[in-house]
């Protein structure tokens, strides 16, 4: 069976595409139908949304706890979470976790370096292109990155919370992001971050100007690699 793989939930279309990821995936490396046992524990967006406002990440960090204790529980040998934005809180909490937690950015910052990438565009909510959570990361690998204008962050800020976490994906949204991705390119970057777990929804190598970085699909198949290693 491998090892349990707990989710730390958030928003409910990323935490599903990482959830199928895992399971769809595995049975190259498990056998037909086969996969870890996973197990995933959400608080509702809007118990999020509340603290994300406000930039208590403390408390932001009190419901991820909440949830990796219920998942203790129920057997998870380590957690993983599909939400960059929250990523900011894990440092107030991972000491107190009884489990070890895989990050979402270091899949993502690996997988550039060995595709040899130098510079990434980086796309996310206004309040993860904000952060540290990934150039701390990209750092460790010597990677440049460059963040979204202002008026970038609102327009990405506002199709990821007013359509991609509802599951509505636009055409205008997919042409928004390409001129968005389009500018990064003009700017120098080789590839991007599709740095909220729903953009992967929306946008793929296939309608993007710049080779993508699915933080999902890379989170959940991190997963898989430890659950199964």
């Not at 793989?5 to 935490?15: L, M």
């Not at 996973?38 to 118990?47: N, W």
């Not at 909220?196 to 991190?222: K, Y």
Request: charged share 20%; with cysteine; aromatic share 6%.
């Amino acid at each position: 069976m491998g090892r349990h793989i707990g989710i730390v939930a958030c928003s409910a279309e990323g935490a599903a595409l990482c959830y199928r990821t895992i399971c769809l995936e595995a049975a190259a490396l498990m056998g037909a139908h086969d996969h870890p046992e996973v197990s995933m524990h959400t608080h509702s967006l809007a118990r999020y949304m509340d603290p994300i406002r406000r930039g208590d990440w403390g408390a932001v960090g009190e419901l991820m706890l909440s949830s990796a204790g219920k998942l203790a529980s129920a057997g998870a040998d380590f957690l993983i979470c599909p939400d960059n934005t929250i990523h900011q809180a894990l440092p107030t909490i991972e000491s107190r976790c009884s489990l070890p937690w895989l990050h979402i950015a270091d899949g993502v910052a690996a997988s550039a370096a060995a595709r040899g990438f130098r510079r990434l565009g980086l796309t996310g909510t206004r309040y993860l292109v904000a952060s540290e959570v990934y150039p701390e990361k990209l750092a460790a690998h010597g990677i440049e990155f460059l963040r979204p204008s202002d008026a970038e962050r609102e327009e990405i800020d506002r199709i990821i919370m007013e359509e991609l976490v509802y599951g509505v994906f636009r055409s205008e949204s997919v042409a928004a992001f390409q001129r968005i991705i389009a500018r990064m390119a003009t700017a120098g970057c080789d590839a991007v971050v599709l740095g909220c777990t729903e953009i992967p929804l929306l946008m793929n190598d296939g309608n993007s100007p710049l080779p993508t970085l699915d933080s999902t699909r890379l989170l959940a198949r991190a997963a898989l690699q430890r659950a199964v290693g």
